[in-house]
């Protein structure tokens, strides 16, 4: 199976274009798109215009499933309603959704390592035994878009990332997940700092999934200088995102096994 996979459009026009572009130039059999459709804001207005005056359209414009994950920027209010105005291409998943196309098992997770944003939609501590403090204006929304301020401590006393993958995932899946695994090529942030999920990384090791896609860090690869790594046999990538469009196109077999892998900066992919 041709795919298509890219990240962190953040309601860029210009990206979502050339993915466009993209599709029409390859013809995949389906588009992963790893988190964050929409932009940061405050305001949920901005995402829900953006969603009414573009995107609702634009997804109409495929032919083939498109599967996405929600990322830290998006609004629950956003993906809520753009699961009741989207095509019947377009296909939601989360930890609690997953979807086969195929014969593909594809699984995802879209909560993150605890960022400095006040927002902390879809943000969880990592370890279970990590002790994480939020900053006095941090507040998460409902479905409804309503503000929900959170105290210092609300992050100690809901799931970690830890135990939420006790049952997520399976091995015989690939894995859409928007924070990256901890300490590899794909999570280093300008300070020089992996901000990856050390519970992913470790649930990888266990599991040993063919494939997982992440997103989120933007400028990892420009530090890393590499898009790629692996944690033992599992492949991960992590596309970035800037100023030109950042995604990969890769051909896959229904058991994982990655056939060919081109990125749209970096060109095609040639083990070492």
């Not at 459709?37 to 005056?53: A, G, I, M, P």
């Not at 994950?69 to 209010?77: K, Q, R, S, Y």
């Not at 050390?198 to 649930?203: G, Q, T, V």
Request: aromatic share 10%.
């Amino acid at each position: 199976m041709l795919c298509i996979y890219t990240s962190d459009l953040h309601s860029r026009k210009t990206h979502f274009k050339r993915l466009l572009k993209l599709y029409e130039k390859h013809r995949p059999e389906l588009i992963i798109i790893g988190g964050d459709l929409f932009e940061y804001t405050h305001d949920k207005e901005e995402q829900l215009r953006f969603l009414e005056n573009y995107l609702k359209n634009f997804f109409t414009m495929f032919s083939v499933p498109i599967v996405i994950l929600p990322g830290n920027c998006d609004w629950p209010v956003s993906i809520d309603t753009l699961d009741k105005l989207k095509p019947s291409n377009i296909h939601i998943i989360n930890r609690d959704k997953f979807i086969n196309i195929n014969g593909l098992k594809i699984r995802g997770y879209e909560y993150i390592t605890p960022p400095p944003f006040s927002q902390k939609h879809w943000v969880k501590r990592d370890l279970k035994e990590d002790k994480v403090f939020v900053g006095e204006n941090s507040y998460i929304t409902d479905k409804n878009g309503e503000i929900i301020k959170v105290e210092a401590d609300y992050l100690n006393k809901i799931p970690s990332i830890e135990e939420d993958l006790e049952d997520t995932f399976t091995s015989d899946s690939i894995w859409v997940t928007h924070n990256p695994p901890y300490g590899t090529n794909l999570d280093i942030i300008h300070e020089n700092i992996h901000i990856g999920s050390k519970a992913l990384l470790k649930k990888i090791q266990d599991l040993k999934p063919k494939l997982v896609l992440s997103g989120h860090v933007h400028e990892s690869p420009i530090m890393s200088g590499k898009y790629i790594d692996n944690v033992g046999d599992t492949t991960c990538i992590n596309p970035g995102q800037a100023d030109r469009f950042h995604g990969v196109i890769f051909a896959i077999d229904n058991k994982g096994k990655l056939n060919h892998l081109e990125h749209t900066i970096y060109g095609e992919y040639k083990k070492d």
